[in-house]
């Protein structure tokens, strides 16, 4: 049984399929996380039965329905301000991990990873854990009732709590802010991957909140991070396989099916109707990179300047205080795959790096290479009769060492 909201505020039981909670009316059972149907008002003469539901949290509620309900309009000040202080711990929990915090014991998100780590997370405890959408919820509704922030203040080494929010908007949010061209679905998902990599695995930890609240102020600040994974969605890809179709003949790569679901493995831009119609007018390999070139800036990223080259249109970029360094071939792709010839190899002068991508963007890509921190990407255009035109990138194994060994 789940737990729900009605239009006139009151707990009720709701099944899986309701659009509104429609059972009986419940109340908490005072020092506990179980609920019981409440009594009816009406006379003492009906059954007094009592039905104990445990709150579970499913995917498909509504957010006003796992968040904590609306506050009456007499609520004082200090709920508003600071509600964490009334969610001391149920006695019958207080055992489990928890704080003590000016003489009120508090449950704890789970530390994670690093159980010493000096920073840990107070919890409501009428949450019982986080996944991506639990917390993407909260943060949506009502910011007040995310994890608290608490550490050891000295000398007498007591749990303080941070007055200030650990996220002040969705994590979605955020994304978007630095990263503003992602289409919806490579919104979602670098969203929810990054969530996961955070907090090494799908349900929130303090070490993994504290992650997360890093990367976001390095990017605000431009600051480097300690965790490149997590600050650059083109390193949360995959590498893909490239198959082979025969001596001397080519290596094809398929490109992921642009869905909802499933997990990251491409990202796609959104372009405006006047940068669509624009490019499809065009077929040189210079204003394919210019198009590229202008997004990439869109996103943070520093471009080396396109050389006038219109074979084998390829870029080279970076993030500032970032370590990688990426280089991307660009492709305009009718279909799924993507189709290098083997024979246009580092022998085609028009396909020398130095040809393709200039010689300060060469430059550091040998450095780079040298320091392992090169990253090799695809992109371009797809035009799928299945799925709406899109501009994509993808990380694949080409890594071009023979090319590199030519120069």
Not at 39 to 52: I, V, Y
Not at 398 to 405: D, G, P, V
Request: charged share 25%.
């Amino acid at each position: 049984m789940l737990l729900g909201i009605d239009s006139e505020n009151h707990f009720r039981a709701r099944l899986n399929s309701d659009y509104r909670p429609s059972g009986p009316q419940l109340e908490r059972v005072e020092g506990t996380l179980t609920w019981r149907v409440k009594p009816s008002d009406e006379g003492a003469g009906g059954s007094d039965s009592r039905l104990t539901l445990k709150r579970l949290r499913n995917p498909d509620d509504d957010p006003q329905e796992v968040v904590a309900p609306k506050r009456s309009s007499t609520a004082t000040g200090e709920e508003w301000s600071d509600p964490w202080k009334k969610w001391d711990a149920p006695r019958l929990q207080a055992a489990v991990d928890s704080i003590e915090v000016d003489g009120t014991r508090f449950l704890l998100v789970p530390r994670g990873s690093d159980p010493d780590h000096p920073i840990v997370y107070i919890k409501n405890p009428e949450h019982w854990v986080y996944d991506f959408d639990y917390m993407e919820r909260i943060l949506g509704t009502d910011l007040m009732q995310q994890p608290r922030g608490a550490i050891r203040v000295p000398p007498a080494n007591q749990w303080e709590v941070d007055p200030n929010l650990p996220f002040q908007h969705p994590l979605k949010q955020y994304i978007t802010t630095f990263f503003p061209q992602l289409s919806e679905i490579s919104l979602n998902k670098v969203a929810r991957h990054q969530f996961s990599l955070a907090n090494d695995g799908d349900m929130a930890t303090g070490v993994g909140l504290t992650r997360l609240r890093q990367t976001f102020n390095d990017w605000k600040r431009g600051n480097s991070t300690p965790h490149p994974p997590l600050a650059d969605p083109l390193l949360m890809l995959p590498t893909l396989a490239t198959s082979s179709g025969g001596p001397g003949l080519s290596r094809t790569l398929e490109l992921p099916t642009l869905t909802p679901e499933g997990p990251l493995q491409r990202l796609d831009f959104d372009l405006t109707r006047q940068e669509w119609d624009y490019f499809k007018t065009t077929q040189s390999g210079v204003e394919f990179k210019r198009l590229m070139a202008n997004i990439l800036n869109r996103q943070g990223y520093d471009v080396f300047t396109p050389t006038p080259s219109s074979s084998f249109p390829a870029l080279v970029f970076r993030r500032e205080n970032h370590p990688f360094v990426f280089f991307i071939s660009l492709h305009r792709v009718r279909g799924r795959k993507i189709h290098q010839p083997l024979n246009s190899g580092p022998d085609a002068a028009d396909a020398r790096l130095n040809t393709q991508v200039g010689y300060p963007a060469l430059q550091e890509i040998l450095q780079a290479h040298a320091e392992k921190r090169l990253v090799w990407l695809k992109g371009g255009s797809q035009i799928h009769a299945s799925q709406p035109d899109s501009i994509f990138i993808v990380r694949d194994d080409e890594s071009r060492l023979a090319t590199l060994a030519d120069l």
